[in-house]
């Protein structure tokens, strides 16, 4: 069904997804849900007081309130239609994918909408299987996306990172998380004084030719690099260097991936 191994080439730089196992996708899925929600079902919705937006399902996929400003991505809405597309019985309110009905956290606290947060809570644990084949997915769809969006002469050096990576499945881990973590490093968008965070910014800075774990422990040098520097170019007022050793501690599980 979605276990293919996958192939892209851009000017001649290949890249191959390694066929994934169910177990292995379970394995990956349940980290993932483990660092979003400590792996808690009541996480599944949640508000961040720090965040002008709600975090949900197991990647704590953003969903914009109707009107709301955020440089970061929203992937809420994606995840709506890739669920009904294969089969899961969306709410009626949900079924037009509008907007966050919830205009700021104190609204979303409040007793009225209880039955929709009820709602959403309940297709979210009923669909988890789904949403770690989203996350694949949406990985799927961004390797074509960093090569094509790569400047022609680091091409080659992005596309051997991805191969030393994708090795081993703490690499495909790694990759498959910090996508979902951080974002591709495409969007304009996503930046702090025009630098990104994503997984496009740190393969550009690694540098090593060997595969496997070595691969795997240079991005994760590099990926707290970059989070440190995003963090001291953050807006003061996000007060961001409060959530950097949870975001290190995030990167360290790509470590301690089981061998």
Not at 13 to 29: K, M, N, S, Y
Not at 46 to 58: A, D, M, T, Y
Not at 74 to 88: M, V
């Amino acid at each position: 069904w979605w276990l293919l191994v996958y192939c892209f080439s851009l000017s001649g730089q290949e890249v191959d997804l390694p066929q994934l196992t169910e177990e292995q996708a379970h394995r990956i899925g349940e980290c993932i849900w483990r660092n979003e929600c400590g792996k808690k079902k009541e996480g599944l919705v949640f508000w961040n007081p720090h965040e002008p937006f709600p975090s949900l399902g197991i990647g704590h996929f953003i969903w914009h309130p109707e009107g709301a400003t955020s440089c970061f991505q929203e992937s809420f809405p994606q995840l709506l239609r890739f669920l009904e597309k294969e089969g899961a019985l969306l709410p009626l309110w949900l079924q037009s994918f509008p907007s966050c009905p919830w205009k700021d956290r104190s609204h979303f606290l409040q007793r009225e909408d209880a039955w929709k947060k009820n709602e959403l809570l309940h297709l979210l644990q009923s669909t988890l299987e789904l949403q770690v084949r989203f996350l694949i997915q949406r990985f799927h769809g961004s390797i074509p996306a960093l090569l094509k969006n790569a400047e022609p002469e680091k091409r080659a050096a992005l596309a051997l990172q991805l191969r030393r990576l994708l090795t081993i499945e703490a690499g495909l881990y790694a990759l498959i998380d910090y996508l979902n973590f951080k974002g591709e490093g495409l969007s304009l968008k996503e930046r702090y004084q025009g630098k990104g965070w994503g997984v496009m910014q740190v393969l550009e800075r690694m540098r090593g030719i060997s595969p496997g774990e070595s691969a795997v422990q240079e991005f994760v040098q590099e990926a707290k690099n970059i989070l440190a520097e995003r963090v001291a170019a953050s807006p003061p007022e996000r007060g961001e260097a409060r959530w950097l050793p949870g975001w290190q501690n995030r990167l360290d599980t790509y470590l301690s991936y089981p061998k």
